[in-house]
């Protein structure tokens, strides 16, 4: 079989067209929605991730900052800017960039910001009312899968649907949403006994185990819906080597810049066993910002009673 792409950059594209034109009518009525985004320390992929999230808001109109700490940000620094951010009425959504430093209590971080401008869905609250199926904002990453599944008329319903991977960014809330939608959920990680067999049974099976090319043919039921979440570093030319068999592309791309990235999910094998597929980049990750920027707009409509 081989595998039709699921346009994961096209379906971001009409996302925050659809989210820029709210922001319009948002504008005309006297409410201009604002993201405050905090980033602490120097992970670099964190660096890249939040300069294309303040730039995709930017774009859609959305008032956006970043506002940047040392990795020797304290607790209590962090707790006061988002104490201010709770209490600025012209922030509609908060967003911790993570991970954060070490010696940061994530879980206080995150319970500190105001469940009214949690635009990534991860305080508890919001958690809690996902799992009850109530109105809440939800994780953008699996938020925007459900969109791709949704607008791409992938059948959910009764499907048998593996989730590899249980955090509680990706793994955990993508269950919840898979379930509500009719979806019988199995969430397996990297302690599930025999865990190609497992997902081989998987008319849908959305990778987030944060490892590169993890899900070989094995993995995959001929003719699955394929989701990769992963985006991973790969620097070694074995790694390249195993990733990208005679991909003389890629060979060259990898001697020029001295690493590749590659999903959770082998690229060559997934086209050769699965009947629609993300791939990585151009798949999940540009709908998890559309996402974000939906959110923002969610929330400033909620907030301001707009
Ligand atoms: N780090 C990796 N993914 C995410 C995300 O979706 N939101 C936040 N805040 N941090 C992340």
Do not use: W
Not at 201 to 213: D, F, K, N, S
């Amino acid at each position: 079989m081989t595998a039709t792409i699921l346009d994961g950059a096209k379906v971001a594209a009409d996302i925050r067209r659809e989210t820029a034109e709210a922001v319009a009518e948002l504008a005309l009525r006297g409410a201009v929605p604002g993201l405050s985004v905090i980033l602490a320390g120097e992970d670099p992929a964190s660096q890249v991730y939040v300069r294309s999230k303040e730039k995709g808001a930017r774009e859609a109109g959305i008032r956006a900052e970043t506002l940047r700490f040392p990795a020797t940000v304290t607790e209590a620094m962090l707790l006061a800017e988002i104490g201010r951010l709770n209490a600025d009425p012209e922030v509609d959504g908060i967003l911790v960039q993570l991970p954060l430093p070490g010696g940061i209590g994530t879980s206080r971080i995150l319970e500190a910001v105001d469940p009214a401008k949690d635009v990534d869905g991860f305080h508890p609250f919001n958690v809690g009312r996902l799992v009850q199926g109530k109105p809440a904002p939800v994780p953008c990453t699996p938020a925007g899968v459900m969109e791709l599944l949704r607008r791409e008329n992938v059948l959910l319903r009764g499907t048998r649907a593996v989730v590899l991977g249980r955090s509680d960014i990706v793994g955990k809330p993508m269950a919840t949403l898979l379930t509500k939608a009719d979806a019988t959920v199995t969430v397996a990680h990297s302690k599930t006994r025999d865990l190609p067999a497992l997902c081989r049974e998987a008319e849908l099976l959305v990778a987030a185990i944060g490892r590169p090319a993890f899900v070989t043919a094995d993995f995959i039921r001929e003719g699955a819906v394929v989701i990769d979440v992963g985006v991973n570093r790969i620097d070694t030319a074995a790694e390249v080597a195993r990733c990208f068999p005679g991909d003389e592309a890629k060979a060259a791309a990898f001697a020029a810049k001295g690493s590749l990235l590659v999903g959770d999910v082998h690229p060559v094998d997934v086209r050769e066993r699965a009947s629609r597929y993300t791939p990585v980049p151009g798949g999940v990750g540009p709908l998890t910002i559309a996402r974000l920027l939906a959110n923002t707009v969610d929330l400033c409509r909620a907030r301001r009673g707009r």
